[in-house]
């Protein structure tokens, strides 16, 4: 599936539905790719990323959110790296996180809250949007930024 400039929209009803689209969303991912992950707590960032990591060949049982750990690292080249931005306060000690790095290094890096800082995000990246839609379901926006 290309990712293209327009926003596509995506509805998942369970865990599976989610890990499945991060799976085919992963396909159209180029090496190097950035790609944001946002959303209300508890609404799939990390279920989408266990598919998208999974798409690349890594474990997804391995995929938790790296919420008190900032970074972790998945599979073998090509690389998966998952940042939570969540209990960063501000700019500077999100781009003393060596972001920069992870970007230019042909990884995939997805970035959960990266939202928050847009300023230490390159300007060429993935924006998925995540929302609750009913108990189990999701409504996830997928737009390519330029």
């Keep these: 599936m290309a990712l293209t400039a327009t926003v596509e929209i995506h509805r998942t009803s369970s865990e599976e539905q989610t890990i499945a689209l991060g799976e085919r969303l992963a396909r159209g991912l180029d090496p190097g790719a950035v790609v944001v992950l946002s959303g209300d707590l508890g609404a799939g960032k990390t279920t989408l990323a266990k598919g998208i990591a999974k ?67 390159p300007a060429e990246r993935v924006e998925i949007h995540l929302e609750r839609d009913g108990d189990q379901g999701r409504l996830i926006r997928v737009r390519k930024a330029s």
Excluded: M, N
């Excluded at 798409?55 to 073998?76: M, Q």
């Excluded at 920069?100 to 809250?113: C, S």
């Design 55 to 121: 798409g690349l060949g890594a474990d997804p049982e391995e995929v938790t959110s790296p919420t008190f750990t900032l970074i972790h690292e998945y599979g073998r080249p090509p690389k998966v790296y998952h940042v939570d931005l969540y209990r960063i306060e501000d700019a500077r000690q999100a781009a003393r996180l060596g972001l920069e790095e992870l970007y230019a290094g042909g990884a995939v890096v997805l970035v959960e809250w990266g939202e928050r800082f847009p300023e230490v995000l």
